[in-house]
């Protein structure tokens, strides 16, 4: 079951600017190098691919790039990447449960997917059939689920925080499916220091709030709190290589 209808998503999309710029500075940038020194070339799949951000950062570094989502803004991605010169595969409107493509993938990974599905295990396994042997399955989600950040997004936050499942917020629980399914466990745990970001929709209230958090709470709780916990990190995730 989908805890959000795709009309959201279309809404959120509709004026959304197209492959944004990732900072260096930004949480998953230190786990994507751990990515890239397990494979170093090859083809790359990112389910719900829009606005691209992220898969922009691979086509940057010569992987061959792919990628789904039900947004119909995603096909857009196809001229950006051609004209950079990517070497790309295809950016195609497409149902992940309905996706059956006629290859896997090197490396497939999904940001903030799996959180959206009660039943988000079976959402893991799908990947998997997507995983070339010997290739990289890395998925990461928002950590809504640590005492602090679900404090904050209860008070702040509340009707974005009912649209994840809490109980995906926790890697250590999905290991056993990826034993289970052949993968070996490269890395998993709490991503970055203490961030806070909230769905809400009244930009000036949502700029408000996290101008508050980022320049006056998050840097003095930075300076007690520990890079990465399950209490304050705003991720977590997994990395994981199928057995040949």
Avoid at 74 to 95: P, W
Avoid at 105 to 125: L, N, P, R, W
Avoid at 138 to 166: A, E, M
Avoid at 220 to 227: E, I, W, Y
Wanted: net charge positive; hydrophobic share 40%; charged share 25%.
């Amino acid at each position: 079951m989908d805890l959000i209808k795709q009309t959201f998503w279309d809404n959120k999309y509709e004026n959304s600017v197209v492959v944004p710029e990732i900072s260096s500075k930004n949480a998953l940038i230190k786990w994507l190098q751990v990515v890239f020194s397990l494979k170093k070339e090859g083809t790359c799949i990112e389910i719900g691919v829009f606005p691209g951000g992220y898969i922009n950062v691979f086509g940057k570094l010569g992987y061959q790039i792919s990628g789904i989502d039900l947004t119909p803004r995603v096909v857009e991605l196809n001229d950006i990447f051609h004209s950079r010169n990517y070497l790309t595969g295809e950016f195609q409107q497409q149902d992940f449960f309905e996706f059956k493509p006629d290859k896997k993938y090197d490396i497939v990974y999904s940001f903030g997917f799996i959180e959206h599905f009660i039943d988000y295990k079976s959402v893991i396994v799908k990947h998997f059939d997507l995983v070339t042997d010997d290739g990289i399955l890395f998925i990461v989600v928002p950590n809504f689920r640590g005492k602090v950040q679900r404090f904050l997004h209860k008070i702040l936050d509340n009707k974005n925080l009912k649209r994840h499942n809490l109980k995906s917020m926790n890697p250590k629980e999905w290991e056993d499916v990826f034993i289970e399914n052949n993968f070996e466990i490269i890395k998993q745990g709490y991503i970055g220091k203490f961030e806070f970001w909230t769905g809400i929709k009244n930009k000036y209230i949502k700029i408000t709030v996290h101008r508050i958090f980022k320049f006056i709470i998050a840097p003095v709780l930075r300076l007690f709190l520990p890079k990465s916990s399950s209490s304050f990190s705003p991720y977590c995730g997994i990395i994981a290589k199928k057995k040949g």
